[in-house]
C-alpha cells in the first residue's frame, strides 16, 4: 500500500532524535503499511512516557515523503487536541523540534480561513487535520455541524473532501478511548473517511484490538531502560490513612524533592521547575474537600497553589495546565475527578496520591503516567529525581502482602523475573530474593524499611550514566523495577540526596603536595621544506612550454558542390569532402594578458609566498614558458590553447611542491591540572569498602572511601581492572597518589589505526615514592593481545619517548599495561609491575 523505505526510517529517526522503542515502533508501522489491506487499523501499543507525540510526528514526515498529502490526527477531547496543535506549531514550546513535513494544521475552528481553502485546493501540501472525535460523528452537535457542512471559504464540507481523498491515513491518539462508549460510531465515521489506513496509538489497547497490534513496548521495559521515573509504593508502617496524614506526607516527599531539584538546576544550569503533586478524586464534592484541605494554613497556606480540574471548572482554569512547567507557576498541588488521565504529559509530576475508593486503580498506566515522565529527558543517578512516589492507604505490611497483583499491575509479565532485595545499598548489588508464587514478598516487613523489586536485562538504553539502577550494559545487568518504602526510608534517601547535591567534589587536601599536575600533551605535525619557485629547473619549464608550441585548433569542414551527368544524361549534384584545412577564425589572447594571467595563476598557487623574490620569479618562469611554447606579440594564443597551456603548468608545479622533502615534527606542551579543581557529583556515592566482589560492583556509580586517590569519590566503569587497580593503589607501599582519568583530565595520547588517526584515555595516573609519574592501563584477558590494545600501547610508547627526551618536562613518566589476571594476582606495586607490560 505504502512502499517501505528502511533508509527513510533512519533519516526520519535521525531528524527527530527518536528514542529506540519509538524507532522500533516507527519501523513496524512502516513495514505493515507496506502490506497492510486498504482501510487496516494497525496499533502500537508504547508505555506512557515513552513519547507517543513523537511518533506520530515521525510518522507524519514519513507519510509526507512517501507521497501522503492528507492525514487526520484524531483525539479523544479539546485538551489533547490543543496539545497536539502545539506539537506541530513552529515556535511553540512544545512544538516537535526536527519535524521535517511543514504541516498545514487545520482544525474546525481555522476552516474558514482562505490559506485552508488553498491548501485543500492544491494536492501537493502536505494538510493534518487535528479533530476530535466528536466532531466525527453525526450527532446534531455544533461540532460536528461545523464538520459535515459546506463552507464557504472550500466550497465543500470538510468530511466530504476527506472521504474524497485518496490518500488520507488517520492517525487516533489514545486509541483505546474509541473502543468505549461510541466505538461503533467512530469505526463507522472513520470506515467511511475511506482511509489506507487508521493506526493507533495507545499505552493501554483495549482487549478487542490485541489482533491489531504491530508493535509492543510495556511499561516494564520502560522502567528497566530508563526512559521514565521508577515507581516508589509509599506506606505508613503504622497503617495511619486519613487524608490529611496523607496528604501532609505528600507535601513532605514533595518538599524534598524541591530542595534536590533546585540544587541540581542551579548546579547544572537546567531549567527548574516546581515539582507537583498529582491528587486523583472520585467525585468532585471529594475533590473540593482535598482543594480545600491543600489550601489550609498547616499545608500549602495558598489556594493559589492548589489546581482544582474537574468538569465544571471554566477553560481559563485548564489552560493553567499549560503552565505548570513554568519556572514562576505558583502552582504546587493538581486535584482532578479523572479529567486527566489521558493527554497531559507534563515532567515534574513527582508525588501521586488517591483516595481510597480509587487505590486499586493507582498503578494503572493512565493514573500512574502522569508522574512518570523525565523533567530532564533522561535519568541523574540522583533518587530523588529519578522516581515517583506513589502514596497508599494500606499499611506497609498489607502493602507488601498485596505485593505481587501491585507488581503485576506495574510490570506484566515480567512480574516473573523480578528479583527482591531488603533495604538496598544504592550503588552496591547484593544477591536479592526471588518472590516465588505467592501473593506476599518473601520479607519480614517489621525488618525492612525499602524493598527494591529489579528486572534482568533490557532492551535499549540511553541514559547519561549508568547508576544505581543498572550494572554495566552487559549481559546479566539489573534495573530497578519498582520500589516498596516507608516515608522514613524516603526521607533518609532525600537528605542523602540533597547533601549529594548540595556538596562539590574538590580534590583532596592531603594530597596538596603533590598537586598542581604538570601532564606532557604531545603533537606530531608533518613539515615540509619551503618551496620558491626560484628554486624550479628552468630548462624543464621551456621543455613543457615545447609541448604547446602547436596550437591544432578548430578548423573549417569543407564540403564541394558539383554537378555530374548519369548515364542517361540526366544531371545530378554531387558533394565532395575537401581534405585540405582552412583554419577557423578564433578570439585571440595578446601576448602581455597571456604572461599577466600566468604570473597571477603561479602567484596565487597553494604555497607560494607574497613576496618580491617570488613575483620575479614567476615572470621568469612565464616568460620562459612562452619562450618555449613559441608565444610572441606577433603569434598569440587562442583562448582555449592558452587555458589548456596554463594549467599544465600550474598542475605541474605543484606536483614539484609535494615532492619536497616532509618530516614528522614533534612538540611536547605541559597541560597545569586541577584547572578547575571542583567537580559535580549528583549522586549519593556508596562506601567502597562494600564492593568484595564483581557482583556487588556498579558501572559508572560513585564510590567514596579512597586514602591516596586526589579524590575521595570516584567513578569506575569495570570491577576486574579499574576498581581492583585502584585498591591496590590505595594500599599497597610503594604508591603516593592516583588520580582516575577522565574527561576533566587532560591526557589523552594519539594511535592510529589503519589509515584513521584516534585518541584514547588512560585509566589512571600514578605517582609512586620515586616521583615517577605512570599511565596505568587495565585490560580484560580476552583483549590484551587485541590489535586495538596492540596500536595504543605502541603508541605509549612513543608518547613515553617524546615526553622523556624532551627539555620540558622535569618529571619521569612510566607506562604500564595490565591484564585482569596480573591485577587478580598482584599483591603490591612491585609485583603488579613485575607482572604487568612494563615501560620507563
Request: negative net charge; contains cysteine; hydrophobic residues 40%.
Amino acid at each position: 500500500m505504502i512502499e517501505y523505505d528502511h533508509s527513510l526510517i533512519e533519516q526520519v529517526s535521525h531528524t527527530l532524535d527518536l528514542r529506540k522503542p519509538n524507532q522500533d515502533a516507527l519501523d513496524a508501522l512502516a513495514q505493515a503499511l507496506r502490506t497492510a489491506e486498504f482501510g487496516a487499523e494497525l496499533v502500537a501499543d508504547l508505555a506512557t512516557g515513552v513519547g507517543k507525540t513523537y511518533i506520530a510526528g515521525a510518522l507524519l514526515d514519513y507519510l509526507y515523503a512517501s507521497g501522503v498529502s492528507n492525514v487526520v490526527i484524531v483525539t479523544p477531547g479539546s485538551t489533547i487536541q490543543r496539545k497536539t496543535v502545539d506539537n506541530l506549531t513552529p515556535g511553540h514550546r512544545k512544538y516537535l523540534r526536527g519535524l521535517q513535513s511543514n504541516p498545514l494544521v487545520v482544525t474546525l475552528d481555522s476552516l474558514e480561513r482562505g490559506e485552508v481553502g488553498a491548501a485543500l485546493e492544491d494536492p501537493a501540501r502536505f494538510k493534518v487535520f487535528v479533530l476530535t472525535v466528536q466532531s466525527l460523528l453525526r450527532p446534531n452537535t455544533n461540532s460536528a455541524r461545523r464538520a459535515y457542512r459546506e463552507h464557504e471559504t472550500t466550497g465543500v464540507a470538510l468530511y466530504d473532501y476527506l472521504q474524497a481523498a485518496g490518500d488520507l491515513v488517520v492517525i487516533a491518539d489514545e486509541h483505546h478511548v474509541y473502543y468505549s462508549g461510541n466505538a461503533k460510531k467512530f469505526q463507522q465515521a472513520i470506515e467511511q473517511m475511506h482511509p489506507l489506513a487508521l493506526v493507533g496509538l495507545t499505552a493501554t489497547p483495549h482487549e478487542a484490538t490485541e489482533s491489531k497490534i504491530v508493535y509492543r513496548y510495556p511499561l516494564s521495559s520502560a522502567i528497566a531502560d530508563g526512559y521514565v521515573k521508577i515507581p516508589v509504593l509509599v506506606s505508613r508502617r503504622d497503617g495511619v490513612a486519613d487524608l490529611r496524614t496523607q496528604m501532609a506526607d505528600g507535601l513532605t516527599l514533595l518538599a524534598a524533592k524541591a530542595t534536590t531539584m533546585r540544587a541540581y538546576c542551579d548546579m547544572t544550569r537546567q531549567a527548574y521547575s516546581e515539582p507537583i503533586l498529582f491528587v486523583v478524586a472520585s467525585t468532585i464534592d471529594e475533590a473540593n474537600e482535598i482543594r480545600d484541605l491543600l489550601a489550609g494554613p498547616d499545608m500549602l497556606s495558598d489556594p493559589s497553589q492548589v489546581l482544582l480540574v474537574t468538569s465544571e471548572e471554566p477553560d481559563k482554569t485548564l489552560s493553567l495546565l499549560d503552565t505548570l512547567e513554568n519556572p514562576d507557576s505558583p502552582i504546587r498541588a493538581v486535584v482532578s475527578v479523572g479529567m486527566l488521565k489521558e493527554g497531559w504529559d507534563v515532567k515534574n509530576v513527582y508525588v501521586i496520591a488517591s483516595v481510597r475508593s480509587l487505590e486499586s486503580s493507582l498503578l494503572t498506566e493512565q493514573v500512574l503516567g502522569r508522574g512518570l515522565r523525565l523533567p530532564f529527558g533522561t535519568r541523574t543517578g540522583n533518587p530523588m529525581l529519578d522516581t515517583v512516589e506513589v502514596l497508599s492507604h494500606r499499611s506497609f505490611t498489607a502493602l507488601l502482602k498485596q505485593a505481587r497483583v501491585l507488581l503485576e499491575e506495574t510490570l506484566g509479565k515480567r512480574t516473573e523475573d523480578v528479583v527482591v532485595t531488603p533495604n538496598p545499598v544504592p550503588g552496591i548489588i547484593s544477591p536479592g530474593l526471588l518472590p516465588g508464587s505467592t501473593a506476599t514478598l518473601p520479607v519480614d516487613p517489621n525488618a525492612v524499611d525499602s524493598i527494591e523489586v529489579s528486572l534482568p536485562d533490557g532492551s535499549a538504553v540511553n541514559l547519561k550514566d549508568h547508576s544505581q539502577y543498572g550494572d554495566s550494559p552487559a549481559s546479566g545487568r539489573i534495573h530497578t523495577g519498582i520500589v516498596f518504602a516507608t516515608p522514613e526510608s524516603r526521607a533518609d534517601a532525600a537528605r542523602s540526596s540533597e547533601k549529594a547535591v548540595a556538596e562539590v567534589v574538590s580534590p583532596k587536601p592531603q594530597r596538596a603536595h603533590t598537586l598542581p599536575l604538570f601532564i606532557p600533551r604531545v603533537t606530531r605535525t608533518t613539515r615540509r621544506d619551503s618551496f620558491s619557485l626560484a628554486n624550479l629547473d628552468l630548462t624543464q619549464v621551456e621543455a613543457l612550454g615545447r609541448q604547446f608550441a602547436n596550437d591544432e585548433g578548430d578548423s573549417l569542414r569543407r564540403t564541394a558542390l558539383n554537378a555530374q551527368r548519369d548515364l542517361m544524361g540526366d544531371a545530378h549534384v554531387v558533394l565532395a569532402e575537401q581534405h585540405d584545412k582552412v583554419a577557423a577564425s578564433a578570439q585571440l589572447i595578446p601576448y602581455l594578458s597571456i604572461e599577466n594571467d600566468l604570473v597571477g595563476r603561479l602567484l596565487r598557487t597553494d604555497g607560494i609566498e607574497a613576496s618580491v623574490r617570488e613575483a620575479n620569479a614567476a615572470l621568469k618562469v612565464a616568460q620562459v614558458f612562452l619562450d618555449g611554447a613559441r608565444v610572441t606579440e606577433s603569434t598569440p594564443w587562442r583562448i582555449e590553447h592558452g587555458r589548456l597551456a596554463t594549467t599544465r603548468l600550474t598542475e605541474w608545479i605543484k606536483q614539484r611542491q609535494a615532492a619536497t622533502r616532509t618530516w614528522i615534527e614533534t612538540s611536547v606542551l605541559l597541560n597545569r591540572w586541577p584547572d578547575p579543581q571542583e567537580r559535580i557529583e549528583v549522586v549519593p556515592p556508596a562506601d567502597r569498602h562494600l564492593v568484595t566482589s564483581s557482583s556487588a560492583f556498579t558501572r559508572g556509580y560513585p564510590y567514596k572511601g579512597w586514602e591516596r586517590s586526589f579524590y575521595d569519590v570516584v567513578r569506575f566503569d569495570a570491577y576486574s581492572t579499574e576498581f581492583r587497580l585502584a585498591e591496590l593503589f590505595d594500599t599497597a607501599s610503594g604508591v603516593d597518589s592516583w588520580l582516575r582519568v577522565d574527561g576533566d583530565v587532560p591526557l589523552r595520547i594519539d594511535y592510529s589505526m589503519g589509515a584513521f588517526g584516534r585518541q584514547y584515555e588512560p585509566d589512571f595516573v600514578v605517582i609512586d615514592d620515586e616521583r615517577t609519574h605512570w599511565i596505568i592501563e587495565g585490560k580484560r584477558d580476552s583483549e590484551i593481545a587485541s590489535a586495538v590494545v596492540e596500536a595504543k600501547c605502541s603508541a605509549a610508547r612513543d608518547w613515553l619517548r617524546a615526553v622523556n627526551e624532551d627539555s620540558v618536562v622535569f618529571d619521569h613518566w612510566g607506562y604500564l599495561l595490565a591484564s585482569e589476571s596480573v591485577v587478580a594476582n598482584s599483591s603490591s606495586w612491585l609485583a603488579l609491575r613485575r607482572g604487568a607490560q612494563t615501560f620507563v
